[in-house]
């Protein structure tokens, strides 16, 4: 356990240093960015007399139909006061049709369309959820509050993106960077949900150490938050440069965050699927399984959405795909806090996605399926059907009197595995209980293996390990050492 904790530590830190050694590069930009708001600041502040001037020369120009001049003190007008209704204005008739003008409503229009409509659901969608989810009386809170904030900053990411999907942002300039600040935070989240949830991991004082990239991003950004309305404005308003100065290394540590995180809470999860067959408890796993591989999903998908934003990847319409996924994160949680509460209040039980729609058309009525489940579990416990060596799904199928599809639907639905992984649970089981009444070890592995129902010993090892996590000598050694 000291092991492990010292590889975080050695990876929070290194973390950190690479974040630290990696913004020094950008100070330079910053400070040119800092000089350059301390000229703006001067240039905003233009005298009453100045704006009156824009405004009047903007409607001259429209008037003489001298579109070209006429924008350019519209852009100049809206630049100095953040009146975005001045573009729609009825003085500008004359050349409301001119190819300068439209070019200019069309930058500056609000646009309504489908994946705006589908952002600005899923961020209201998850907000809910985050409420849902810490006001639901539940065995572990700090849980619960963990997935919320993963769900939360999701979703104010998707109203963020709506802004600029619908073109509202410079009518709502303090939004600027706003979700930013979260970009180094879903991994962390999930990783010690997963390790609360399957530990019940208690938190130490140097898991902080994994929030600092976070900490050290909200530092780089904060100055752009005390900006005032109209500097922040004329940030968004002027749209050569819509990334943070800093953003390509922004994008790169976030890279490093998620695939590191999806590495951890995979290493997590493989390290406890072993334990799921002899227990019976695989359903409870599929909830981690599910959102740990949206996690990787999203990590895959934004590594794509980097190489379409520096033009690796020429195919502009995967630059949304890794927001299709932030989507399907949002509605997975919000469904399953819906259909499956129980997750949330400490009784984890759900459908594999994987067998969601396998017997969608089987015509078997619940009556009948719970009838051959009686019958196979009688199969099982009473005749140790498992212990014929040449056993297949077919001839459990006849000896059940039924189809083989049946069967298969039975052994998946109520047992929550395959033909194969049932019977070798089975199986393994019934050699726990041999290798126990075997106090003097007169048995030999391999006689036991062909007792139980396996064809030899490679694969009644393999089978042993894979759902006790040690060997049947290593067993035998743990049993002899409890006597």
């Not at 905003?44 to 070209?68: G, H, V, W």
């Not at 961020?123 to 639901?136: D, E, H, Q, S, Y």
């Not at 819509?242 to 590495?263: C, N």
Request: hydrophobic share 45%; net charge positive; charged share 20%.
């Amino acid at each position: 356990m000291q092991l492990y904790q010292s590889k975080i530590l050695w990876f929070a830190l290194c973390f950190f240093v690479s974040i630290n050694v990696i913004v020094a590069d950008e100070y330079a930009s910053f400070s040119n960015l800092n000089s350059a708001n301390v000229k703006a600041k001067q240039a905003l502040n233009i005298s009453t007399d100045s704006i009156q001037e824009y405004r009047t020369l903007a409607i001259e120009f429209a008037n003489k139909s001298q579109a070209k001049e006429s924008t350019e003190y519209i852009i100049k007008y809206i630049s100095a006061t953040s009146d975005m209704s001045f573009l729609n204005n009825h003085l500008f008739r004359t050349i409301e049709n001119s190819s300068e003008y439209q070019v200019l409503k069309e930058k500056y229009s609000p646009k309504i369309g489908f994946f705006g409509f589908l952002y600005f659901c899923t961020g209201l969608l998850g907000i809910f959820v985050f409420v849902i989810l810490n006001l639901k009386k539940s065995t572990d809170k700090i849980s619960n509050f963990l997935i919320s904030l993963f769900v939360l900053f999701h979703s104010v990411f998707m109203l963020h993106l709506m802004l600029y999907v619908i073109n509202i942002q410079f009518y709502l300039p303090h939004a600027l960077f706003v979700s930013t600040t979260f970009s180094f935070l879903y991994g962390p989240l999930l990783y010690f949900y997963c390790k609360r949830i399957i530990y019940n991991y208690k938190f130490k004082l140097i898991d902080a150490l994994h929030f600092l990239p976070s900490v050290i991003l909200l530092v780089y950004i904060f100055p752009y938050y005390l900006m005032s309305g109209l500097e922040k404005f004329n940030e968004v308003f002027d749209q050569a440069n819509t990334l943070l100065p800093g953003a390509y290394t922004i994008i790169v540590v976030k890279i490093l965050s998620l695939t590191i995180y999806a590495y951890l809470l995979l290493r997590i999860y493989n390290k406890n699927r072993s334990k799921l067959s002899i227990d019976n408890n695989k359903s409870k796993h599929l909830w981690q399984r599910n959102i740990i591989a949206l996690h990787t999903i999203y990590a895959v998908a934004y590594i794509i959405y980097a190489a379409v934003l520096v033009k690796i990847i020429n195919f502009p319409i995967l630059f949304h795909l890794q927001t299709m996924v932030m989507v399907g994160v949002v509605f997975y949680v919000a469904y399953i806090s819906y259909v499956r509460p129980e997750i949330f209040v400490g009784k984890i039980k759900l459908i594999d996605p994987i067998n969601l729609f396998k017997y969608q058309k089987s015509g078997m009525t619940p009556s009948y399926s719970l009838e051959l489940t009686d019958n196979l579990l009688k199969l099982l416990n009473e005749d140790k059907i498992f212990k014929e060596n040449n056993l297949s799904l077919e001839m459990l199928s006849e000896k059940l009197e039924t189809t083989r599809h049946n069967a298969s639907q039975v052994i998946n639905e109520h047992f929550k595995m395959n033909f194969s992984e049932l019977m070798n649970k089975y199986r393994i089981q019934e050699a726990v209980e041999i290798l126990k009444k075997d106090e003097f070890n007169n048995l030999k592995i391999i006689q036991i293996a062909y007792e139980v129902g396996f064809n030899n010993k490679v694969t009644f090892n393999k089978s042993f390990k894979k759902i006790l996590s040690q060997t049947p000598t290593q067993y035998l050694d743990s049993l002899h050492k409890e006597i």
